[in-house]
């Protein structure tokens, strides 16, 4: 059964950083590619950041480029979403996903406020 448990989420001032963790069970992380997405208040669901599966390769929204990183721990089975030089902008739910089955993880609030 495919799991995904997101965390990390919390208040934190404008500036400063966050790291967020989703950790899948039910499957290997270096098999897929791996989402991260966001959801502003009365927003849709929009994309910040891909690693592929197979290459590693990573993509970023225009918006969070330079400031967000994803990166995976094989070993934990593990994404990570490092983000630094938060904006209040950057306030939402983030989301884990997998792109093949459209697999999703319950969300974890970003708040960036002063």
């Known amino acids: 059964q495919v799991q995904l448990v997101e965390s990390g989420g919390g208040l934190v001032q404008p500036g400063g950083s966050l790291r967020l963790s989703c950790a899948a069970s039910?499957?290997?992380?270096?098999?897929?590619?791996m989402n991260w997405y966001r959801q502003a208040p009365g927003k849709g669901r929009d994309l910040v950041a891909r690693?592929?599966?197979?290459?590693?390769?990573?993509t970023y929204a225009d918006s969070v480029k330079g400031r967000f990183t994803i990166s995976r721990d094989n070993v934990k089975n593990t994404v990570y979403l490092q983000m630094n030089s938060l904006k209040p902008e950057d306030t939402a739910v983030y989301f884990c996903n997998r792109l093949l089955g459209n697999y999703w993880g319950q969300g974890t609030q970003v708040t960036v406020s002063s």
């Open positions: 690693i592929a599966g197979t290459t590693s390769g990573t």
């Open positions: 039910g499957f290997t992380v270096s098999s897929y590619t």
